[in-house]
């Protein structure tokens, strides 16, 4: 089993920056895959950002250039860095784990952005 214990949601003024934590503990194997996703009040959940283990990214169109992933395998933890934030931004979001033995899921985490 893995546990995935997400921090750092809040809410921010548009233009701020927030900093995203997941730290994972549990049964994790080298090779995966840490994504951050989110869900906004009646619209689907999306991938915002993903690392895998040896450390390429990606990211949606709608974040690039703003947010910044990125994990420490020795702690086993992904950040999300938020900067620029925009209204759009506000919602739930999800860290999860990607690896041979299935995907998991952290608890949420809000973010709000507004004046």
């Known amino acids: 089993q893995v546990q995935l214990v997400e921090s750092g949601g809040g809410l921010e003024q548009p233009g701020g920056s927030l900093r995203l934590s997941c730290a994972a503990s549990?049964?994790?194997?080298?090779?995966?895959?840490m994504d951050w996703y989110r869900q906004a009040p009646g619209k689907e959940r999306e991938l915002v950002a993903r690392i895998t283990s040896p450390g390429s990214t990606t990211y949606a169109d709608s974040v690039k250039g703003r947010f910044t992933i990125s994990r420490d395998n020795a702690k086993n933890t992904v950040y999300l860095q938020m900067n620029n934030l925009k209204p759009d931004d506000t919602a739930v979001y999800y860290c999860s784990l990607y690896q041979f033995s299935g995907r998991y899921w952290g608890q949420g985490t809000q973010v709000t952005v507004s004046s």
């Open positions: 549990g049964s994790i194997f080298s090779i995966n895959a």
